[in-house]
């Protein structure tokens, strides 16, 4: 069941974010930077985006959250997907980014170069690459590419 994020489960949609975020990046951030993600951070940082205008909506599977997504509804970038490591596979990444795009009509996603299962992902669900933007994470360089939903017959 996806609804929007509110007080009740913001905590719910943190630790998902917190989880998946820190799995996804382990490879390319340094431990440091990932331990400075913790719970806390992740609630205060989706606040900051709902305070912002985003509208971000968590998944549940028998009552547990196992996804989360959000909409900048000023250029319509589908952002923050992302499912519990242990989650993924299981259809509730397709289940959330349907239900982005049915509240899009351009939508866009960015993705990190170096986050190849992302890329497969939505590659194959009808994002095609516009362009590249160098993003510096610590002594790393790495490229976020900006990724344009093209096929509106999926």
């Not at 917190?18 to 951070?41: A, N």
Request: hydrophobic residues 30%; aromatic residues 12%; glycine residues 4%.
């Amino acid at each position: 069941m996806i609804t929007e994020i509110n007080k009740t489960n913001i905590a719910d949609a943190a630790k998902v974010y917190m989880e998946s975020w820190k799995d996804s990046h382990k490879d390319i951030c340094s431990s440091e930077f990932i331990e400075k993600h913790d719970l806390d951070y992740m609630i205060n940082y989706l606040n900051e985006k709902k305070e912002n205008g985003y509208d971000i909506f968590i998944d549940y599977n028998n009552e547990n959250p196992v996804g989360i997504v959000g909409i900048n509804p000023c250029d319509e970038e589908i952002c923050l997907l992302y499912v519990l490591p242990e989650e993924q596979r299981k259809g509730f990444g397709e289940e959330l980014l349907q239900y982005a795009l049915s509240l899009c009509k351009n939508p866009y996603i960015t993705v990190l170069d170096t986050n190849k299962k992302a890329i497969d992902f939505y590659t194959k669900r009808g994002f095609f690459p516009a362009e590249k933007q160098p993003e510096n994470f610590g002594n790393k360089r790495i490229f976020e590419r900006k990724y344009v939903y093209q096929n509106k017959n999926m």
